[in-house]
Nanobody, 115 residues
């Protein structure tokens, strides 16, 4: 069983930056795929960014060039650096770990971007 705990959310003005962190209990294997999702009120949860064990990264078009996902397997953490934030980035951000056929989720952290 894996537990994920996010941190780093908050309120920021448009154009500002935030860095989200996700700490995984237990061991984060190199083969795990780590990802960040977000869900705004009235919207479905959407993939923001993912990083595979080999380091390949994938980004949603709306955040490419502004957000950067990274992972530290030794510290069982994954981060999301968010720059040039926009009001439309406002959402609850969730950390996700995919291991074989299992999905694990954190409780979410709120990000609010004011205009």
């Amino acid at each position: 069983q894996v537990q994920l705990v996010e941190s780093g959310g908050g309120l920021v003005q448009a154009g500002g930056s935030l860095r989200l962190s996700c700490a995984a209990s237990g061991t984060m294997f190199r083969s795990d795929t780590m990802a960040w999702y977000r869900q705004a009120p009235g919207n479905q949860r959407e993939l923001v960014a993912s990083i595979w064990g080999g380091g390949f990264r994938n980004y949603a078009g709306s955040v490419r060039g502004r957000f950067t996902i990274s992972r530290d397997n030794g510290k069982n953490t994954v981060h999301l650096q968010m720059n040039s934030l926009k009001p439309e980035d406002t959402a609850v951000y969730y950390c996700n770990l995919q291991r074989m056929s299992s999905d694990y989720w954190g409780q979410g952290t709120q990000v609010t971007v004011s205009s």
